[in-house]
């Protein structure tokens, strides 16, 4: 926030957010600045439809939560593909 060049490339080009908590700080601060969101993505949802992968730790992940990173990466990178691919989502 307040930054005027971080706040131009947001306004000026398609946004993905990643929140890692429900209050998806991220998803509102482009919303704030006039951005272009095209998708938000929440942690808590990508753990909620994942269950069985149990993550640990903040700084290191254990091997659960570096699938659950791999799982939430890949669904972005669909996310994107079908940006650079013209597809509404």
């Known amino acids: 926030m307040g930054d005027q060049e971080t706040l131009k490339m947001v306004r000026e080009n398609l946004c993905l957010t990643i ?3 429900p ?3 991220a998803q509102k601060n482009v919303e704030a600045s006039n951005g ?3 998708k938000s993505f929440a ?3 990508t753990l909620r439809n994942n269950r ?3 993550p640990e ?3 290191e992940l254990n091997s659960e ?3 659950l990173a791999n799982v939430l990466a890949k669904e972005v990178a669909k996310t994107v593909d079908k940006i650079k691919g013209g597809k509404s989502l």
Request: charged share 30%; net charge positive.
């Open 52 to 54: 069985n992968l149990k």
């Open 65 to 67: 939560g570096l699938k």
């Open 36 to 38: 272009r969101l095209v």
């Open 23 to 25: 209050s998806k700080c």
């Open 43 to 45: 942690v808590t949802d």
């Open 19 to 21: 929140d890692g908590c």
């Open 57 to 59: 730790g903040i700084i």
